[in-house]
Structures are given as structure tokens and as C-alpha cells.
């Protein structure tokens, strides 16, 4: 059974910075590619960034480019999101998630098969 576990969220001053990690137990992960979405109060989830099997290939959201970063351990069956520049906007609940594929496609919820329980980010004015 895939199970996902994030952890890293908090609460953090506009400008600050945080590191979430989501570690996957289960079905090979190196063979997935993976993907980080956040959903805010009465909004849709949606994509923050996505990263191939072997972390050769990245996505983002236009509103996270050169903010946030994504990047894996396969050793350690580890995805993280380090998150710079934040501001208020970003504040959401983020939730790890695995791929049915190794690369590409990333922007698409249903493309994704197993996720995680979600971590808390607020980012204060």
C-alpha cells in the first residue's frame, strides 16, 4: 500500500521561507513522477510544481517561478518543496501526491493516484 507523509508547514512571515518534505512508503517510488498542490479556504486544489522519476525534468505554477523549488532523494523516497519569498497568497494547505506516469503531465489532478493528508502553510502580512 502507497502511503504519503508531508511535514514542514507552519507559520512564517511574508518574505520567510519554509521546507516541506513528503515521504512515500510503498510501490517503487523512483519510478514516479511527483507532484506538490495546495488548496486554500473555498478554493480548488491546484498545482504548485511536479518533478520526474529522476528529477531531470520540473514543472511550475507561474505564480510560484523562482520562488519555489522542487526536488527528490529517490534514496531516501523523499520529495521536498522549499519555498522562498513567500507571501500571504501562498498561504493554503499543501498536499504531496505520486504520478500514475514517470515524467510529464504534471499540471493535471487526475493524473495523479495516490495522495497525501496535506500540511498547513500561513504566511503572515
Known amino acids: 500500500q502507497v502511503q504519503l507523509v508531508e511535514s514542514g508547514g507552519g507559520l512564517v512571515q511574508a518574505g520567510g521561507s519554509l521546507r516541506l518534505s513528503c515521504v512515500t512508503s510503498?510501490?517503487?517510488?523512483?519510478?514516479?513522477?511527483m507532484g506538490w498542490f495546495h488548496q486554500a479556504p473555498g478554493k480548488e486544489r491546484e498545482f504548485v510544481a511536479g518533478?520526474?522519476?529522476?528529477?531531470?525534468?520540473?514543472s511550475y505554477a507561474d505564480s510560484v517561478k523562482g520562488r519555489f523549488t522542487i526536488s527528490r532523494d529517490n534514496a531516501k523516497n523523499t520529495v521536498y518543496l522549499q519555498m522562498n519569498s513567500l507571501k500571504p497568497e501562498d498561504t493554503a494547505d499543501y498536499y504531496c501526491?505520486?504520478?500514475?506516469?514517470?515524467?510529464?503531465?504534471?499540471?493535471?489532478?487526475?493524473?495523479?493516484?495516490?495522495w497525501g493528508q496535506g500540511t498547513q502553510v500561513t504566511v503572515s502580512s
Open positions: 510503498g510501490r517503487i517510488y523512483s519510478n514516479y513522477a
Open positions: 501526491a505520486r504520478s500514475e506516469y514517470s515524467s510529464g503531465r504534471f499540471t493535471r489532478i487526475s493524473n495523479y493516484d495516490h
Open positions: 518533478i520526474s522519476r529522476s528529477g531531470g525534468t520540473t
